[in-house]
């Protein structure tokens, strides 16, 4: 077979070159040669490029994150994972003359890093811009002397706080009061206010019971802002922690249940809410 295969690729010659083959044979096709499989290398270019990409989404355009705590309840819960714009405020204002961006406004959400811990991110709700005066009377916001309207906000009843709810108080500091801010806001406070100071912003917890803010711990730095929450991709409620299971394989029974109750504790309700 294989002599036969020759022979119809190529055909007996003279010595000019001239083919001697019966002149009504139809010519043989030339073979095409086999393409070469993708190496190694080709499949290492790929994947640095998708690498790359990736890199670049997460660093300048968006970012996921998981919400913690009960702090921003009921916009935001526990289990919610956020996909958040990192372009919208210009990138902490880092891209101010290169890119056009919104600027901050009262009552958006944020996602910064945490002044006390930077290498810590906060998700907390915008109350007083740079050189506004803030002040709270039981509970209640007032923004330059005018009461906030805060249909978002979570009271607890009968959980009185004088620190937390009558805010700014330069007389006693609140157990959770971060020292170094406790020294800045008495500088801060005129008349019973609090002045944000300029390129700050002052935030809260839309669960003002249960939220450490800029009451504790200061106003936030702009260069310190990330961007804005855009939508809730998946919500799932907290695993219940496995019975018997010790602090050593914790881990991998949350894991475990969360993969075999995946369906059943989704909040499919939340899943790609926009974020408001």
Request: aromatic share 10%; with cysteine; hydrophobic share 40%.
């Amino acid at each position: 077979m294989s002599d036969l295969l020759e022979h119809a690729v190529t055909p007996p010659q003279h010595a000019d070159g001239e083919c001697t083959g019966d002149p009504g044979e139809t010519p043989a096709t030339p073979a095409v040669p086999a393409r070469p499989k993708p190496g190694w290398l080709s499949s290492v270019q790929s994947l640095a490029v998708t690498v790359v990409i990736a890199v670049f989404v997460i660093t300048f355009l968006v970012q996921a994150f998981q919400i913690p705590s009960e702090s921003m309840e009921n916009t935001l819960l526990i289990g919610d994972y956020l996909l958040v714009d990192k372009v919208h405020y210009g990138h902490g204002g880092r891209w101010g003359e290169i890119l056009p961006y919104a600027p901050i406004k009262r009552q958006e959400i944020i996602v910064f890093r945490y002044p006390v811990h930077p290498q810590q991110h906060f998700v907390k709700r915008v109350i007083g811009l740079p050189g506004d005066h803030i002040r709270l009377v039981e509970g209640r916001v007032l923004v330059n002397g005018v009461a906030a309207q805060e249909k978002y906000v979570i009271h607890t009843k009968g959980d009185y706080d004088h620190f937390r709810d009558d805010f700014p108080l330069t007389d006693i500091p609140n157990a959770d009061t971060e020292p170094r801010w406790w020294e800045e806001m008495r500088k801060l406070v005129r008349n019973g206010e609090l002045i944000v100071p300029p390129h700050h912003y002052f935030v809260l917890g839309d669960n003002r019971a249960r939220s450490l803010d800029s009451r504790y711990w200061g106003c936030v730095p702009q260069e310190n802002i990330i961007g804005r929450p855009l939508l809730i991709y998946w919500s799932v409620r907290a695993p219940a922690a496995a019975e018997g299971s010790s602090a050593r394989d914790g881990k991998l029974s949350t894991f475990l249940y969360g993969v075999t109750h995946l369906l059943q504790d989704t909040r499919w309700d939340r899943t790609f809410r926009i974020v408001r």
